[in-house]
């Protein structure tokens, strides 16, 4: 087994690889070794491995944008430390010291014939830490696809661990009627020649499945899963009417299985880039017909959208929702859709309120159209009285007469 004591030392701070592209044989050392070590912290922006667990917590300190993934169980202990930041924002925060990085632990694919590695499954903020960290450790893992884009060139690692074992992979969700008829509303925006930003599980599963009669529709994402094969496949996927990146699918996570996996490796249809890229407003700016998806935990009845945290548990996180919320409701011939179910709880709990109970994850300045089950509430350009009657249309019936209550107050006074 790899001897961490050799490459690090006390109160250092690492930053591993996330998601999918997560270094799990790194992981599993430092859980082994890194209480004997003493004093470290580890950031990861989201994971799926459940490595992280209440057990391993005492080997090091670990942060995190949010509770995503497998890392609500660290939330529920009180021994995640969350951080409020965009995911576009974590590398320049590791560029400029903010974040500490002294130690990089990341998963690469095999070097292609000039030395250099592809990040595989992840590229957003990986970069940055290399370049920052004092030592490098990667992962180099025969079973990662090698994907167009960012590369990481064998020069720049200090301690290459080469394994072959199968990532950490996320099963497509179960799409539910809830999330079927959430993606029928949201279809009616994704016209012939649409860009989208998606992320994963059941609904954006469901709205993909519903657009193999498009034509040429066109990807730019933080992240992507196996529903993007389906539309690969059927031809619908050319990217043929984007500005730019015309004909290639621009991503920054692969977030899914062996299937999704396989279908990117050398295929020059998909390029994996840093979140300067993927999240950055002037790229994003050049795109028309976006259309972004993104998800609330609940929306206030002003358009206010909380995305984190449901009273003291804390269940999102903000990843990259803001930055595409901006873009998708800015692009001509775009939408920007938060979507979300009507209830919670077995139908017990509305999922549109009054207040929210947690944080403003995105303003109520940026939200363009709220899509639940009932239907779809376009915010962008009406006024507070009128947002509160759209978005009680949209509603679950039970719950309406209450909400109306307090949207008749918001309509007395104006605000």
Same mark, same amino acid.
């Given at each position: 087994?790899?001897?961490?004591?050799?490459?690090?030392?006390?109160?250092?701070?690492?930053?591993? $690889?996330?998601?999918?592209?997560?270094?799990?044989?790194?992981?599993? /050392?430092?859980?082994?070794?890194?209480?004997?070590? !003493?004093?470290?912290?580890?950031?990861? /922006?989201?994971?799926?491995? $459940?490595?992280?667990?209440?057990?391993?917590?005492?080997?090091?300190?670990?942060?995190?944008?949010? @509770?995503?993934?497998?890392?609500?169980?660290?939330?529920?202990?009180?021994?995640?430390?969350?951080?409020?930041?965009?995911?576009?924002?974590?590398?320049?925060?590791?560029?400029?010291?903010?974040?500490?990085?002294?130690?990089?632990?990341?998963?690469?694919?095999?070097?292609?014939?000039?030395?250099?590695?592809?990040?595989?499954?992840?590229?957003?903020?990986?970069?940055?830490?290399?370049?920052?960290?004092?030592?490098?450790? @990667?992962?180099?893992?025969?079973?990662?696809?090698?994907?167009?884009?960012?590369?990481?060139?064998?020069?720049?690692?200090?301690?290459?661990?080469?394994?072959?074992?199968?990532?950490?992979?996320?099963?497509? @969700?179960?799409?539910?009627?809830?999330?079927?008829?959430?993606?029928?509303?949201?279809?009616?925006?994704?016209?012939?020649?649409?860009?989208?930003?998606? !992320?994963?599980?059941?609904?954006?599963?469901?709205?993909?499945?519903?657009?193999?009669?498009?034509?040429?529709?066109?990807?730019?994402?933080?992240m992507l899963g196996d529903g993007l094969v389906e539309l690969a496949e059927a031809g619908v996927l050319t990217n043929a009417r984007k500005e730019i990146d015309t004909g290639v699918s621009i991503n920054g996570a692969l977030i899914g299985t062996k299937r999704l996996y396989d279908w990117a490796h050398n295929n020059p249809a998909i390029r994996m880039t840093p979140t300067s890229y993927t999240h950055d407003a002037g790229v994003l700016g050049r795109l028309s017909r976006l259309v972004t998806i993104n998800s609330a935990v609940e929306v206030d009845l002003t358009g206010q959208v909380n995305a984190e945290q449901v009273g003291n548990s804390y269940v999102g996180g903000t990843g990259g929702q803001v930055d595409f919320v901006r873009a998708g409701a800015r692009s001509p011939g775009g939408a920007s859709l938060m979507v979300l179910g009507a209830t919670a709880k077995g139908g017990t709990l509305s999922k549109i309120v009054p207040k929210l109970g947690g944080p403003v994850t995105s303003a109520r300045t940026e939200v363009d159209v709220v899509v639940t089950e009932f239907g779809a509430a376009e915010l962008k350009g009406q006024s507070l009285a009128e947002r509160a009657r759209r978005l009680v249309a949209i509603a679950h019936p039970d719950f309406r007469e209450e909400l109306d209550r307090t949207a008749h107050e918001i309509a007395k006074r104006g605000f």
């Open positions: 087994m790899l001897d961490l004591s050799k490459y690090l030392k006390a109160g250092d701070k690492i930053v591993f $690889g996330q998601a999918c592209g997560e270094p799990t044989t790194l992981v599993e /050392a430092l859980i082994a070794q890194g209480a004997a070590i !003493g004093d470290l912290g580890a950031f990861i /922006a989201t994971s799926f491995s $459940g490595l992280f667990t209440p057990e391993t917590a005492s080997a090091f300190r670990l942060s995190s944008m949010g @509770a995503i993934g497998a890392l609500r169980s660290m939330t529920k202990a009180n021994l995640l430390d969350v951080i409020p930041v965009h995911v576009s924002q974590v590398a320049p925060l590791i560029e400029w010291g903010v974040m500490p990085c002294d130690v990089a632990m990341i998963q690469v694919s095999p070097a292609d014939a000039e030395g250099n590695h592809s990040c595989g499954l992840i590229s957003d903020y990986v970069r940055a830490a290399v370049d920052k960290a004092r030592m490098v450790i @990667a992962e180099v893992n025969e079973q990662v696809p090698y994907v167009q884009g960012e590369l990481i060139p064998g020069s720049v690692i200090d301690v290459a661990v080469r394994v072959s074992r199968t990532p950490v992979e996320v099963a497509p @969700a179960k799409i539910g009627p809830t999330d079927e008829a959430i993606a029928k509303f949201c279809a009616e925006y994704i016209g012939d020649g649409s860009v989208i930003q998606t !992320g994963v599980g059941a609904v954006p599963d469901a709205i993909l499945r519903l657009l193999h009669d498009r034509k040429d529709l066109g990807v730019h994402s933080g």
